[in-house]
């Protein structure tokens, strides 16, 4: 027993003395790659949005109809749907570095060829690889979580989402002013597929070898404080091999990487995952029911014009931008308890929705915008980060990939329910959305139980 105790002091010794170097040099450089993370989403984000709100006006000066139009605006949401899951399950098998540069490169693919878009048919086909492969915010999330703690997850996420709505916000203004020069569709659309080969650059220049290192000395860790010493030594030999297929697995058959990816979506969709899902299905379905006549009821409850809703909305965003910066304070505030954090910003979500669909004046409207800021931009920190906490870092492009498609659906439910609601009152869908956000809030008091632990609950099938 002696020397075995003599040899482990001999290690720690030498993790102290020769090892010491690279555990102090590791934190620095997961902080460089992380602020780096923070600029590949920002210039996601600054560069779609300098398009899109452009496109509907460009579809239709090229002869479309608003049917023609409208189909083709869902065809992007039904690719989303069916890939995003498929595209977050092969980050997990094939590594984020690979399956990143690839969905930078073919989406700016597809911004290229919607620069050349100069009938309606070359504006559809602009439109597919960007809509299979548009799934950048949700690898670079999954790559986050790869690379911070769960403690420091939701600040890291927050800052993240923060960083993206920054370029939400000035895109929109720079699209704007290229559209008023002659052919500034195109020229906004060639600025934005340069700005993903950017992207891409800086994605590929990142120290992916560091990070390597430092996950595997995070896994390491994480063995070491779960397991005894023998399940340990047979974990982190099950590790290797599944970090030394993850590497090499990039170029393996096609075929053998759709049976993973198969068999990934399986385990979770036979998980206890059900849950976090459908509140999550729930509270988006309620937002998107929100914003989906905001501008409309404005103008017919108060007489607002469309440019003071604009500039409320941008104000909103604005504020979702504070609100990601402070969930560090927040989170601290709440214990590090995500599930609590998550119910009661929700709550508070239904709350100020229920304020706005009954607002008197437009200054009760303001004061729901400004606060449901910070409640959405949390409850939405909150359910990625409660996701990957149930169901496991290992998983976790799956997880992102599984959420985002329930969003998706979201996205396609959501207007035809608000065009039945408005059939009854301007009220309707913000009403709507507070009868489903009381139904998200009843399923997590259902399962409070369930999350007592914070991540006890791992996933069943893995």
Not at 89 to 97: E, M, T
Not at 164 to 185: D, N
Not at 437 to 454: D, E, G, P, R, T
């Amino acid at each position: 027993r002696r020397p075995g105790a003599a040899a482990r002091m001999e290690e720690e010794e030498e993790d102290e003395g020769g090892g010491g170097r690279a555990a102090t040099a590791s934190p620095a450089a997961s902080a460089r790659f992380v602020r780096c993370l923070y600029v590949v989403g920002f210039l996601d984000l600054f560069g779609v949005s300098m398009v899109v709100p452009l496109m509907n006006l460009h579809i239709k000066s090229l002869g479309a109809s608003h049917t023609v139009a409208g189909i083709i605006g869902s065809l992007y949401g039904i690719m989303q749907l069916f890939t995003s899951t498929f595209v977050g399950c092969w980050s997990d098998i094939v590594g984020r570095r690979y399956s990143l540069l690839a969905c930078i490169l073919l989406s700016a693919l597809g911004y290229f060829l919607l620069g050349n878009s100069t009938t309606v048919f070359l504006f559809a086909i602009s439109r597919v690889p960007v809509g299979i492969f548009k799934h950048t915010l949700s690898i670079s999330k999954a790559l986050l979580s790869d690379l911070v703690s769960e403690r420091d997850r939701p600040l890291v996420m927050g800052r993240f989402n923060a960083a993206s709505s920054v370029g939400f916000i000035l895109g929109p203004v720079v699209g704007g002013y290229l559209a008023e020069f002659k052919g500034g569709f195109y020229q906004t659309s060639f600025i934005c597929a340069s700005i993903f080969l950017l992207n891409g650059g800086l994605v590929w220049m990142l120290p992916w070898s560091e990070e390597n290192t430092r996950n595997r000395n995070h896994y390491q860790d994480k063995e070491a404080n779960s397991f005894s010493a023998k399940s340990n030594s047979e974990h982190h030999l099950k590790s290797a091999t599944s970090r030394a297929v993850t590497n090499s697995s990039f170029f393996q058959s096609p075929w053998i990487q759709v049976a993973t990816v198969l068999k990934k979506i399986k385990g979770i969709a036979c998980s206890n995952l059900w849950d976090v899902f459908l509140v999550r299905f729930l509270m988006s379905v309620a937002i998107l029911l929100y914003y989906s006549n905001f501008t409309l009821a404005l103008e017919e409850r108060f007489g607002v014009k469309p440019l003071f809703s604009g500039y409320l909305m941008s104000y909103s965003s604005a504020l979702g931008v504070l609100a990601g910066c402070l969930l560090g304070p927040i989170t601290r505030l709440y214990g590090h308890n995500t599930y609590r954090l998550l119910l009661h910003s929700s709550t508070f979500t239904c709350t100020l929705v229920l304020l706005y669909a009954s607002a008197a004046s437009i200054w009760m409207v303001i004061l729901s915008s400004t606060f449901l800021a910070f409640s959405t931009t949390i409850g939405r920190t909150c359910i990625i980060d409660l996701e990957l906490t149930v169901g496991g870092n290992e998983a976790s492009g799956t997880l992102l990939g599984v959420g985002q498609s329930v969003t998706s659906v979201g996205r396609i439910i959501a207007p035809l329910l608000s065009g039945i609601a408005q059939e009854f009152s301007p009220c309707g869908p913000p009403s709507l959305a507070v009868g489903l956000a009381l139904v998200a809030i009843v399923i997590m008091n259902a399962n409070k139980q369930k999350y007592h632990s914070h991540g006890s609950v791992k996933l069943k099938n893995q």
